[in-house]
């Protein structure tokens, strides 16, 4: 598992948690964490916990990630209508590593490659710790919806119920 911490992906979330003073390591998990139930389950957490990055695309192409709790789902019409677009659009595997740098089950929320319009879901407030991906399906790192939305600048919105 130690060729993942050596992942290009992994790297550049890890300099960038350095960059941003992020306490939070990296960890390497045994399992897979492609989805948010994985993850939990690896980590010995509730799912709620997990802060997962979900990416669309706005009418504009430009890339929209969605940090949401893993105890639910993103409702696109409710965040579409709260961003006054007609529409979220579904994304391809090769959007989301064009503009964000990752695989999809490993997109983390910090370490993009291109600028992106960021919500955080305010359910991950409910929560002491969350878990975020960082990089690669194997590898996570604990933080705060606080520290999340320092990060990422992202705009808190209730997402999904």
């Not at 391809?92 to 490993?106: C, N, P, T």
């Not at 991906?133 to 606080?146: E, K, L, N, Q």
Request: with cysteine; proline share 4%; net charge negative.
């Amino acid at each position: 598992m130690e060729s993942v911490l050596q992942n290009p992906s992994v790297q550049r979330v890890s300099a960038k948690l350095k960059e941003l003073g992020v306490k939070g390591e990296v960890h390497v998990l045994s399992d897979s964490a492609r989805t948010a139930q994985e993850a939990a389950d690896a980590l010995g957490i509730l799912v709620g916990q997990v802060a997962s990055s979900i990416v669309f695309k706005l009418d504009d192409e430009s890339p929209l990630l969605v940090i949401t709790s893993g105890r639910h789902r993103v409702d696109t019409k409710l965040v579409a209508e709260k961003l006054g677009v007609a529409k979220l659009h579904r994304v391809d595997a090769d959007y989301v590593k064009e503009k964000s740098g990752f695989s999809i089950g490993g997109v983390s929320p910090v370490g993009w490659v291109s600028p992106a319009t960021i919500l955080i879901d305010e359910a991950l407030n409910d929560y002491e710790v969350v878990w975020a991906a960082a990089g690669h399906p194997h590898s996570v790192y604990p933080t705060t919806f606080a520290e999340l939305l320092e990060c990422t600048g992202a705009k808190p919105m209730v997402v999904g119920d």
